[in-house]
């Protein structure tokens, strides 16, 4: 059965380093045997789709490839149409109230607890705020993910230990769920 995925990839085309032209990625997917592969802005996010392997086996065989061709590691986390749907079906705040620059969704490559973020004193930093859902945390930052200290503490690599976790805007979680429709 073919599924419709998003690869989302971390920490590329950023500041000058780590450059992966889009236009590069969807020919090495496409060599990869996937199916419809369009690409999204130039901040990482691919749609194909695919027949064989799961988000796990597909993310490492695309992480692979690109380490090979591009000579350095991105981590990769892929998720099917129905995960991306869910996500922003589900979000905990009044996204259709906000500005889509003041919500943001970080996808974790595993399940995060919220023993996890223990240590974080929530009522320091309000109005920002943010809440966990399936493999991923809503931020919500209402003036802007660079001007947020939230966004920062939980950026951390102690915070992240052992996860891939990358982050996509209101707009971007909306735009891929589209994409991946059937």
């Not at 059965?1 to 971390?10: D, G, Q, V």
């Not at 789709?49 to 490492?60: I, K, M, V």
Request: one cysteine or more.
């Amino acid at each position: 059965m073919t599924t419709t995925y998003a690869a989302l990839l971390r920490g590329i085309n950023v500041g000058g380093s780590r450059k992966v032209p889009m236009a590069d990625l969807r020919t090495l997917m496409t060599g990869l045997g996937y199916d419809g592969v369009r690409t999204y802005l130039q901040s990482g996010q691919a749609v194909f789709s695919s027949d064989h392997g799961d988000e796990e086996s597909l993310a490492a065989e695309l992480a692979q490839a690109i380490r090979k061709h591009f000579g350095f590691d991105v981590d990769v986390i892929v998720r099917d149409h129905a995960y991306l749907r869910a996500i922003a079906d589900n979000c905990p705040f009044p996204a259709a109230d906000l500005e889509p620059k003041q919500l943001h969704v970080t996808y974790f490559s595993a399940p995060v607890e919220e023993e996890r973020f223990a240590e974080i004193d929530r009522a320091a930093y309000l109005p920002e705020e943010f809440r966990l859902g399936d493999r991923a945390l809503y931020l919500y930052a209402p003036n802007g993910l660079g001007r947020s200290k939230l966004a920062e503490i939980l950026s951390r690599p102690r915070i992240n230990k052992g996860l891939i976790a990358t982050s996509r805007n209101w707009n971007t979680v909306l735009k891929l769920a589209e994409m991946t429709e059937g």
